[in-house]
C-alpha cells in the first residue's frame, strides 16, 4: 500500500483516517513493464489495480486486433468489472501502456477489507461512481461526436494523455485505424 493511495482514499473520503496497519497486508505493490499482461482473456479476474504511475489499458482481441475500452492513468482503478465479482472467466485483458507501478488488492482481500473497514465501500462506490460515469460520457461522446470532434475533444482535454499513448492504441480506442488517426491530427494541424 503506498502513500499515493493513502492520499487518494482521503482526497475522496477527507474525514477519513485509514488505518494503514490494518489495510497493509491486504494490498500489494508491484512494478510492471511496458506491455506486461496483468490479465489474459479467459484468465479468472482476481483483481483490481490502482495506478501509482503509469498508465493501463483495458482491451479485447478481435480478428487479430486490439481493442481498447478504457485507460487507466495515476489514482484511477482498473480490472475487468465484469468478471472481477462472479469469478468467471474474464473478457477483457489488462496490459500496461508503459513501465508503471501498481497496487493491487485480490478479490478475497477486497471483500475483507470491506467487511472490517466499511468507510472503504463508500471510496471504492466513488470510484465505482466515477468509473460508470467516465464509461457512460465516452458512450456519448462517441455517439455524438465525429471522429475529428471526439480527437479534438482529448487533444484539448487531455493533451498529456494523448503523448503518452501510442497512436496504434488511441486509434483503437477511437474506433479507427492509425492511418485515420494520423490523418485526423494533420487535418487538426493544418
Same mark, same amino acid.
Given at each position: 500500500?503506498?502513500?499515493?493511495?493513502?492520499?487518494h482514499i482521503?482526497?475522496?473520503?477527507p474525514d477519513f483516517i485509514p488505518p494503514r496497519e490494518e489495510m497493509r497486508s491486504l494490498f500489494r505493490t508491484r512494478s510492471v513493464?511496458?506491455?506486461e499482461l496483468l490479465l489474459e482473456e479467459a484468465m479468472l479476474c482476481n483483481d483490481i489495480y490502482f495506478v501509482n504511475r503509469g498508465c493501463l489499458y483495458l482491451f479485447y482481441n478481435y480478428n487479430?486486433?486490439?481493442?481498447?475500452?478504457h485507460f487507466a492513468l495515476e489514482n484511477w482503478w482498473l480490472t475487468d468489472y465484469k468478471t472481477f465479482g462472479d469469478e468467471n472467466p474474464s473478457v477483457y485483458a489488462i496490459a500496461a501502456v508503459e513501465d508503471s507501478e501498481i497496487t493491487s488488492i485480490s478479490r478475497k482481500d477486497y471483500e475483507q477489507l470491506l467487511l472490517h473497514v466499511p468507510m472503504m465501500a463508500l471510496y471504492f462506490n466513488k470510484i465505482h461512481e466515477r468509473a460508470y460515469g467516465a464509461a457512460l460520457f465516452k458512450q456519448k @461522446?462517441?455517439? @455524438?461526436?465525429?471522429?475529428?470532434?471526439?480527437?479534438?475533444?482529448?487533444?484539448?482535454?487531455?493533451?498529456?494523455?494523448?503523448?503518452?499513448?501510442?497512436d496504434a492504441l488511441f486509434a483503437s480506442y477511437m474506433g479507427v485505424s492509425t492511418e485515420q488517426l494520423i490523418a485526423i491530427r494533420q487535418a487538426l494541424i493544418s
Open positions: 500500500m503506498t502513500e499515493q493511495l493513502i492520499r482521503q482526497q475522496l473520503l513493464k511496458k506491455e487479430n486486433r486490439k481493442e481498447v475500452i @461522446t462517441y455517439a @455524438t461526436l465525429s471522429k475529428e470532434d471526439f480527437y479534438r475533444y482529448f487533444s484539448t482535454t487531455y493533451p498529456a494523455f494523448l503523448q503518452r499513448v501510442p
